[in-house]
């Protein structure tokens, strides 16, 4: 069974702070897929940024940058210098291959920045 | 840039009531899903329909849900008789082939009174 934990519930910075949200996971599978999801308050989900399990390259992304770690089932999420309209809360998500796979969801962990 | 269009954005309905939630997924997309955020909680899977058959359901699937593809475009999903905790968040998503695309709705927040 595959498990998504998102330790942190709610992260709380003053704007321009780094802050890292922290996703770990859980998955018998060689081959699967990770996804960062932002929910602003209007409750959409936005897509960040999908990651297979063979490609282990950081990315960055504007403010934006992910660290996946195969070795410690890890894939975390860096938001420099952060802005107001970052607040949001942001989903990690695995999926254990593509197609017709389900998304399996942490539970979420609120960013609260404020001015 | 395609995107899953659901309606209504908000649907406020009595207990016991049929709901029929509607998706258009993105049109060369080839899996289709539904999944539930109840307020404040993580985002869980409902069910994945592929080729016109459900290909996997969760546990809270159960008789009271069904899914649907009536056309060429929409993607349904409804709740026979609601419960007070049917409300949530409904999201409809969609994926090509391999997975790509990858996208969710907006969502259909559903309130059961």
């Known amino acids: 069974a595959q498990k998504v934990t998102q330790a942190q519930t709610e992260i709380s910075v003053v704007e321009k702070e780094d802050v890292t949200l922290d996703c770990v996971y859980e998955t018998r599978d060689t081959t699967y897929y990770l996804f960062w999801y932002k929910q602003p308050p209007s409750g959409e989900l936005v897509f960040l940024i999908r990651?297979?399990?063979?490609?282990?390259q950081n990315e960055i992304s504007g403010r934006y940058s992910w660290n996946f770690q195969k070795s410690t089932s890890s894939f975390n999420f860096t938001i420099t210098a952060s802005q107001v309209v970052d607040s949001a809360v942001y989903f990690c998500?695995?999926?254990?291959?593509?197609?017709?796979?389900?998304?399996?969801f942490g539970k979420g962990t609120m960013l609260l920045v404020s001015p | 840039e395609p995107e899953v269009t659901q309606t209504p954005s908000h649907q406020v309905t009595q207990m016991g009531q049929e709901v029929i939630l509607r998706c258009v997924p993105i049109?060369?997309?080839?899996?289709f899903y539904w999944y539930r955020q109840i307020l404040g909680q993580k985002v869980e899977f409902l069910v994945s329909?592929?080729?016109?058959?459900?290909?996997?359901k969760s546990e809270i699937f159960d008789d009271q849900f069904s899914v649907e593809r009536p056309d060429g475009s929409n993607f349904t999903l409804k709740i026979r008789s609601t419960k007070l905790e049917d409300s949530a968040m409904y999201f409809c998503a969609s994926s090509g082939t391999g997975g790509y695309g990858y996208t969710f709705g907006s969502g259909t927040r559903l309130t059961v009174v």
């Open positions: 998500a695995l999926s254990e291959e593509m197609g017709y796979s389900t998304l399996t």
């Open positions: 049109s060369n997309h080839l899996y």
């Open positions: 329909f592929y080729n016109n058959e459900i290909s996997e």
């Open positions: 990651r297979n399990s063979f490609d282990e």
